[in-house]
């Protein structure tokens, strides 16, 4: 898929609004985000990307990386095995012959390993991994497990995650949320980021007020920030060793109050998710 232009974002940020969907069709039941099946990927030419059956676009390629002076601060071999695996989000988008319409059919997220100008998205089980890479892979499976799908309709997902963000130089327990969504009559796919901290003086806030729109095909450079007080006695790291430095790169949104507050819903319903979806356009259009 070629880069989405400014153009064809503004279409998908004003057609996401549109009253071409309906709210009977929102499910607001939290779920697992879907497991990607182990394949190879080929994401160095767009235009003839490989991908598993039902996927049509990728949404977030991140690679883990430790600047070398955080690599420093880590003891061991754990530097190694927080840089080991990345991970990747697709989504299939489909159109239905019969109406023209598409749809965001499914999201689904995996951890990957580096190939020649490819990955391979891998699952526990698969061979060519190590005893301690197998059992890397299956702490990251675990933490992928937190991922949930807390809001949906036919055409958009929202997504909540755990996450660990470096704030004020100190590593901060936060929540991670990703709208993503296409276009029912254009097709295509967009998507926004942005980290809800609860421990808000007024309650939960947007971070830094940012929310970070990801281009297609986006390939996070996943700056990792450790604090070497967080490890154990054996070089084993506890739940805040490792941080993320920021949000994945993107193009920086202006947000209004409705959209900081509508942004940090505990839990969406038939009024509040409508409300979230057109401030997000209106914050994409008026770039």
């Known amino acids: 898929m070629p880069r989405t232009s400014p153009t064809g974002v503004l279409i998908v940020a004003i057609l996401l609004t549109s009253p071409g969907w309906s709210r009977g069709e ?51 071999t754990a530097a190694k095995f927080a840089q080991m695996f990345g991970s990747v989000i697709l989504a299939g988008v489909e159109q239905d012959p019969a109406t023209g319409r598409h749809r965001l059919a499914r999201v689904g997220i995996g951890h990957i390993v580096r190939g020649e100008g490819s990955a391979r998205i891998i699952r526990p089980g698969d061979g060519g991994l190590s005893f301690i890479g197998s059992q ?93 007080t967080q490890f154990s006695f054996i070089g084993a790291p506890g739940p805040t060793a490792f941080a993320m430095a920021r949000l994945p790169a993107g193009a920086q949104l202006a947000a209004s109050p409705e959209l900081l507050r509508l942004a940090t819903t505990p839990r969406y319903d038939q009024q509040t998710l409508p409300l979230l979806a057109q401030a997000l356009a209106a914050a994409v259009a008026g770039q």
Not at 36 to 43: E, M, Q, T
Request: charged share 20%; hydrophobic share 40%; proline share 9%.
């Open 26 to 76: 929102m499910d607001f039941r939290p779920r697992p985000i879907d497991r990607l099946p182990a394949a190879d990927l080929s994401l160095r030419n767009p235009a003839q990307k490989q991908l598993p059956p039902g996927y049509s676009h990728v949404v977030l390629v991140a690679w883990p990386r430790l600047a070398p002076e955080q690599a420093e601060k880590t003891p061991g």
């Open 136 to 228: 890397v892979l299956s702490s990251g499976e675990k933490e992928l497990d937190k991922i949930q799908v807390i809001a949906r309709y036919d055409t958009a997902v929202l997504l909540e995650s755990p996450a660990v963000l470096l704030r004020g130089g100190v590593h901060r327990a936060m929540r991670v949320r990703h709208f993503i969504w296409t276009s029912a009559a254009q097709g295509g796919l967009a998507s926004v980021v942005w980290a809800v901290d609860d421990q808000g003086p007024a309650g939960p806030q947007v971070v830094d007020q940012q929310f970070v729109q990801l281009l297609s095909d986006s390939t996070d450079d996943r700056l990792l920030s450790v604090d070497p």
